[in-house]
């Protein structure tokens, strides 16, 4: 299909935005985002939800796979991320997040490698269980169950 007919076509899919910059304002602001939730010297889910403790740390995995999401599509917009570009999103997306843990470490909270290992989960997992084109997915469940185990290890008291 040539430029002319795709710009005819319409929009298309969600994952197909088109402007760089419209995906570099998202990407910046739920980075900023991210910075403002993680580096507070305190911060936990609402005392009426169940399993608090672990709906914080399991939050991880979906935040910081939005944020890979924006990023891969920043690298090339109006194309669906593939390969290359949805591992260097997620790996930069897991030092954001290992540098945002060490940061909190500074701020009078405890720093976890389980909580990284969670923001890895999803910064790899979300981008590719998007790329199968359903957000409900066999993919899905096997991102949100990978993303459980270092929530749940991360839950357990001390």
Do not use: C
């Given at each position: 299909?040539?430029?002319?007919?795709?710009?005819?076509?319409?929009?298309?899919?969600?994952?197909?935005?088109?402007?760089?910059?419209?995906?570099?304002?998202?990407?910046?602001?739920?980075?900023?985002?991210?910075?403002?939730?993680?580096?507070?010297?305190?911060?936990?889910?609402?005392?009426?939800?169940?399993?608090?403790?672990?709906?914080?740390?399991?939050?991880?995995?979906?935040?910081?796979?939005?944020?890979?999401?924006?990023?891969?599509?920043?690298?090339?917009?109006?194309?669906?991320?593939?390969?290359?570009?949805?591992?260097?999103?997620?790996?930069?997306?897991?030092?954001?997040?290992?540098?945002?843990?060490?940061?909190?470490?500074?701020?009078?909270?405890?720093?976890?490698?389980?909580?990284?290992?969670?923001?890895?989960?999803?910064?790899?997992?979300?981008?590719?269980a998007l790329s199968g084109g359903r957000i409900v997915s066999p993919r899905a469940l096997i991102v949100m169950a990978l993303a459980a185990i270092p929530a749940g290890l991360a839950s357990v008291?001390?």
């Amino acid at each position: 299909m040539n430029e002319a007919a795709t710009r005819r076509a319409g929009p298309g899919p969600w994952w197909a935005l088109r402007s760089r910059a419209l995906l570099v304002v998202l990407l910046l602001a739920w980075t900023g985002l991210l910075w403002a939730l993680l580096t507070k010297s305190s911060i936990s889910p609402p005392g009426w939800i169940p399993w608090r403790r672990f709906v914080g740390n399991f939050s991880h995995a979906p935040l910081f796979g939005i944020q890979a999401v924006l990023l891969a599509l920043a690298f090339a917009p109006g194309r669906p991320a593939r390969g290359r570009v949805l591992l260097v999103a997620g790996l930069l997306v897991t030092a954001y997040g290992g540098g945002l843990e060490w940061i909190q470490g500074r701020v009078g909270r405890t720093p976890s490698l389980l909580d990284v290992a969670t923001d890895a989960a999803g910064a790899f997992g979300v981008p590719w269980a998007l790329s199968g084109g359903r957000i409900v997915s066999p993919r899905a469940l096997i991102v949100m169950a990978l993303a459980a185990i270092p929530a749940g290890l991360a839950s357990v008291p001390a």
